[in-house]
């Protein structure tokens, strides 16, 4: 089973907005990553964040973590159209398999 | 420096022929994972191997075998393939369990 749900599944926008994207997980995590995945490949890393750690920035990214919720939230902002992509969180438990479990993914649309 | 290098790219087997999926990576990383994804799903942990010498089982790998050959390679063994076996697999690789995972490019599998 799919430790993580991404919400939405799927969302298109016009480049310039901002895009987020959430995740639920259902056991304490070690940490919570997000991958990008463009169609046909393989995935992309774009950021990791520990579970001590409630917010992290990366150039136009911005992640958030709140462990008390179970829930963390990819945030795009002025996306491109070559951001249009799926977008996957995965977890790493705190005890135990130290492997990701991954999401379902949202698939990304920007328009241009 | 080539990252995660998968083959083949593509295969079409029959039910019941057996073939070997190939992985290496030039990262010097010690863990190393197979994963399958399904159309319009994340990714499954089928066998990962958190250091040379080890092997264990991820969340679907039933009609798996692995073999970790060395520090670079870890290859992933279809013995007698099953429709339900279609799929994309992906390899990858990292530092060590449960940091960032850099992945192969994948190899797209269809069992008729």
């Known amino acids: 089973s799919q430790q993580g749900e991404e919400d939405p599944q799927a969302l298109s926008i016009q480049e310039g907005e901002n895009a987020t994207m959430n995740c639920s997980y259902k056991t304490s995590i070690n940490n919570l990553q997000w991958y990008r995945q463009n169609s046909g490949r393989g995935l992309v890393h774009l950021i990791l964040i520990r579970s001590n750690e409630r ?3 990366s150039g136009r990214l911005r992640v958030t973590l709140d462990t ?7 945030l795009i902002t002025a996306s491109r159209a070559a951001d249009t992509a799926s977008y996957f969180c995965a977890t790493v438990g705190d005890t135990g398999r130290r492997a990701l479990t991954f999401g379902s ?3 990304l649309q920007v328009q241009p | 420096n080539a990252g995660v290098t998968q083959t083949p790219k593509f295969q079409v087997l029959k039910t019941g022929q057996s073939m070997t999926l190939q992985c290496a990576q030039d990262m010097n990383h010690n863990s ?8 319009g799903m994340g990714l499954r942990l089928i066998y990962y191997s958190a250091s040379e010498g080890t092997t264990d089982k991820g969340e679907v790998p039933n009609g798996y075998n692995v073999s970790r050959l060395n520090k670079r390679e870890f290859s992933l063994r279809l013995e007698s ?3 339900s076996q279609t799929s994309v697999y992906f390899c990858a690789s990292s530092e060590m369990e449960g940091y960032t995972q850099y992945f192969g490019p994948g190899t797209r599998l269809t069992v008729l």
């Open chain 1, 55 to 57: 917010e992290k920035h």
């Open chain 2, 81 to 83: 393939a099953a429709p």
């Open chain 2, 32 to 39: 190393m994972y197979w994963y399958r994804q399904d159309p």
């Open chain 1, 105 to 107: 993914g949202t698939r």
């Open chain 1, 68 to 74: 008390s919720k179970k829930s963390s939230s990819l």
